[in-house]
């Protein structure tokens, strides 16, 4: 207890109390602070300084002849503590909640990433008086904490994961809450836990030579399952636009006789399986000097896609010469039209280096087999999302092609259901 606090505790009725044990006791005595400043009772008694020990700490002295005083003053004191530490904890939970339910509210308005970020590290340097907040999220293909928000830092450029001496590195992976230091300032680092997962940490630096409290730590942690919950949201608004505007966008671009040239002018047996393969080929352009060159790699990347395609077998929708369309059906099987379409995305994508992601779903042509051609190459689409370089699958795809090695994918906005091929 700082000094102030024992003349804080005397103001009130444990201050009462106090004085009117000093006004009966049979002889002078009187109650100072730990710089010996008069606070109660008898300015002129004199006799044996007694200390006034509460919590464990020295709080003040009784100066009195008799010691038994001293431990009556003691008990009152002890009292009064206890209930102005209940007091407090109270006060600090109601600021709590009422910070969490503010925050809640505010992110519930909060529909992008970068306005969740932002808020909130500016929420909580404000409310915590840290000097500096950051905000990182996981970025499962470089395997690295990437920033997503940062006020009063250095910009940074990433958290490497495999730096297991990194605070961020270490809480990231055991999901728990930590108090440590860089340098004099203490930093308070805390997961962004959200259901079994965990999408990146919080990183809060407070002045150098203050300190942060357990009930700091458990703030921190509070607010970071707050702000985790609100990417989530984020994240799933944003995949749901995204998926829209690429739904239209495929639509718009596929031919409505795709259908009749995969059967040769005639109607799709019912019930046939088809699988569809899709990739963007402007993601294998790599930045170009200008669009016109921009343009030639895409050109160059569609004729080289074409040879590869057809030589497996496949139909190929490619009105606008960017969006690729491939769709696989064999008489024998659902099996066969699988493993062609594999064959044909890894050959682009290994010997020819092709570089924009796959993506290849299976779908069966029952009930509206338009409408079902247009779900698949959706699904084919959304695959391709989470292809980042890579050949990946639906489960469906992955069922009937033998002979290939498949992991589940591991980042992207279809972890589930979607799978890499390996070889």
Sequence with gaps: MRRTDLRRMLRGSAGDAVRALLDTHGSPARVADTDGR???????????????????????????????????????????????????????????????????????????????????????????????????????????????????????????????????????????????????APVLCAPLRHGESVLGVLRITHRRGAEWSAGDLKLVTALAANVASALHKARLHTEQVHAMALRHQ????????????????????????????????????????????????????????????????????LPLGEMLVAVFWDPEGFGQAAQRAIAAATTLEGGAGLGAGIGIAGGALDDDPAERLDGTINAAARLHESADGRVVVDARIRQAADGWRFEPCVNGPLPEGCFEVRG
């Design 250 to 317: 495929v639509q718009r671009h596929t031919s409505p006789d795709l259908l009749e040239a995969v059967f040769d002018g005639d109607t799709a047996p019912s019930g046939a399986e088809i699988a569809v393969l899709f990739s963007d080929l402007r993601a294998s352009a790599g930045n170009g000097d200008s669009p016109e060159a921009v343009l030639q790699r895409v050109d160059q990347a569609v004729a080289q896609a074409l040879a590869i395609l057809v030589e497996h077998g496949a139909v190929v929708d």
């Design 38 to 184: 008069h606070l109660a009772g008898d300015s002129a008694a004199a006799g044996s300084a007694h200390p006034l020990e509460v919590g464990g700490e020295v709080v003040g002295s009784l100066v009195a002849d008799d010691p038994a005083l001293a431990t009556a003053l003691v008990a009152i004191l002890a009292v009064e503590a206890e209930k102005r530490a209940l007091a407090d904890e109270t006060l600090g939970r109601y600021k709590e909640l009422t910070l969490l339910y503010d925050m809640s509210e505010q992110f519930a308005r909060l529909l992008d990433l970068d306005s969740v970020g932002r808020h909130a590290v500016e929420q909580c340097r404000r409310h915590l008086r840290a000097e500096a907040a950051d905000l990182f999220v996981l970025n499962a293909a470089r395997d690295a904490l990437e920033p997503l928000a940062q006020v009063g830092t250095e910009e940074s450029t990433g958290l490497d994961l495999d730096a297991s001496n990194e605070v961020c590195a270490r809480v990231f992976y055991s999901g728990h809450a930590e108090i440590t230091s860089d340098g004099d």
